[in-house]
């Protein structure tokens, strides 16, 4: 079935009218059910719920981190924590109007969550209290102004270093590949990519870097890939 895009706007607006009116009959303990009862209710899938309750490959494509060190900390990402019986805690985030010391809140934002009681509840967020993040952009659109999807991004449109995650980074890894061949194409700015990185510039003469750019320096090291040279 062909997925159609929803606007996480219009999601978050879904979950502040049920955090408002908290009907009685609503009974969650993961808040991700009710992102899933949305996108039914407004299309003809039955369910987008993952097996195995993957969400994060599922619903994120390459849109997730098991770090919170790149969450791009925007309305609409998912965020997570990882419990001791090895199950995950999630929150989406949102901005409830709510500002608290900055010590104390990420972004100005907070994130709802399924209440132990069974409704929604409310929160202030701070990263570093989370374990990972999730941008469900398989089912949700977000503004570009706040979260570009991994998959957009051309090679050269902007800088890469560690953690960085997207299509670009693929391009430079399938380079990369061609004289490192333990480098692992899958979209992830990783340590293995970065000493891969690293080795190329050396063999080009060029000071070791941690960040890649397209520039004269970049053109030199695809050029030198590209023409089947290794070291």
């Not at 900055?102 to 994130?111: C, D, K, R, V």
């Not at 209440?115 to 503004?143: C, M, N």
């Not at 899958?186 to 891969?196: I, M």
């Not at 990185?197 to 030199?220: A, V, Y």
Request: include cysteine; charge should be neutral.
């Amino acid at each position: 079935m062909k997925i159609r895009q929803a606007p996480v706007a219009d999601l978050l607006k879904y979950l502040t009218e049920l955090y408002n009116s908290r009907p009685k009959e609503l009974r969650i303990k993961n808040i991700l059910t009710l992102v899933n009862r949305y996108y039914v209710s407004i299309t003809n899938h039955k369910s987008i719920m993952p097996i195995a309750n993957d969400f994060l490959n599922d619903w994120c494509d390459l849109n997730w981190s098991d770090s919170m060190k790149n969450c791009p900390n925007v309305p609409g990402i998912i965020v997570y924590k990882n419990k001791p019986d090895g199950s995950r805690f999630y929150g989406i985030l949102y901005h409830s109007g709510y500002i608290g010391p900055q010590e104390l809140q990420t972004n100005y934002l907070s994130y709802y969550h399924a209440h132990q009681e069974g409704h929604i509840g409310s929160h202030t967020y701070l990263a570093g209290d989370w374990d990972g993040w999730g941008a469900p952009v398989r089912y949700f659109k977000f503004d570009p102004e706040n979260y570009v999807e991994s998959g957009a991004w051309n090679l050269g449109e902007r800088p890469l270093s560690l953690g960085c995650l997207g299509h670009d980074v693929r391009m430079l890894q399938t380079f990369l590949q061609k004289a490192h061949p333990n480098v692992i194409i899958n979209g992830r700015f990783d340590e293995n990519t970065l000493k891969a990185l690293n080795e190329t510039q050396s063999w080009c003469n060029l000071s070791q870097k941690n960040t890649f750019e397209l520039n004269n320096e970049g053109q030199k090291i695809v050029e030198f890939l590209t023409n089947g040279n290794k070291h």
